[in-house]
């Protein structure tokens, strides 16, 4: 294999990732199939489900092409494979121990490839044309929602439904990545892929969380995750198979809100459901860095929830300098807290988070906010937890015994 004929197929590889699998790049300049061929395919809009049987047998043909035309773009420009005559031995590779035989049998594998791509290209126009003359009844996506259908035979009612549903502005869509997507309307859920699509009907399938991973998006900051979680939907209906959901942690509450079918979420499995939820667990890690504050033990509970005992305190230990170095202004410099605490660290996390601006979502921690008592303003730095004094454990530890004493006398 020469450098020419190397360069071709890596580029051809390439080529072939992209058309399957495209990047958003090519998505933005209109560079995919759907986009190519829209007048084709029609508006989704108006025909949900025509435009899906459309597009998967679009798919099926296109992706069906690439092995023929690698091997006749191969033909035109390459020969390499062409020619069965003997090497001579000045040719030979002295550390190969049967190069006639080797090239017979790439030369009988190189001709089984080109015969399978050949009868790829001539089946697969075959297959979409008898669902075409068949009305679409045998694809695969009218034989799911003939499933659901009272008239036996017959999907035309569940598609006109399903598409009366898709046309309401309430539905949920999120695109999953660049070949699939998730749907939620009023009564089913919907997921497409790249040659099929499934349907769930809401009045009889069970959701549940299957499993939650969590990512490191960034090396040197540990805080930055990205958290994806895995639903699996599981239609009752007979002859319907299950299907995964694999969103972000943050879509979770967006998808469970449309949804009318509870989301079930094992004890085992722990995951972010909003952006809020991430920052406390982020905010927590922060403040377990910080140097801990002794304080008198207190039997309050948290002034937020009235449940947690108060376990943090705010005091300046911050410097009043920005991230470049330069001194702050006194308007924005950290103040002294004289409260005593009050608040759990949770509740005090989701304040901070409160009077932060949407906008700037990546720098929260990087900002300031107010104490909710007495209007200190701090930053992440300066609130600490508390652990007991001396005194205090001692005077705790005399009140317990001198309460045993009495119950005993």
Known sequence: MDESELLFNLFYFLLCMVIIYPPEEFQRLGFTIEQLFARFLGEEYLDFVGYHQRRTSLNLFVHSCLPFSYFLIHRLKFSVFATQEPLEDSDLDPDFPMPQEAVAFKTLTWKTAQRFSVLAVLAMPALIFNWHQQNWRRHPISKALTKYSITPGSYSAVASEIGTEFRQPEIYKKKLNSISSVIATQNWIIKTTMYNVHF????????SVAKAETY????????????????IVRPMRQGVSDFHIRINA????????????PIAIPSNIQFHRNVIDRFVDVFKAQVALNPIFPEDATTEKCFACMLNEPNTKIHKQCADFDRNGAPLADGACCSNCYCRPMWCVECLARWFAARQSDVDREVWLEQKCTCPMCRARFCVLDVSYITPTVDATNNTQSQGTEEDADDTT
Not at 200 to 207: D, E, F, G, K, P
């Open 200 to 207: 769930a009907h809401q009045s009889n399938t069970s959701l």
């Open 216 to 231: 490191n998006i960034s090396h040197q900051d540990q805080n930055d995750t990205l958290q994806m979680i895995s639903i």
């Open 250 to 261: 943050l879509e979770f509450r967006n998808l469970e809100n449309r949804v009318r079918r």
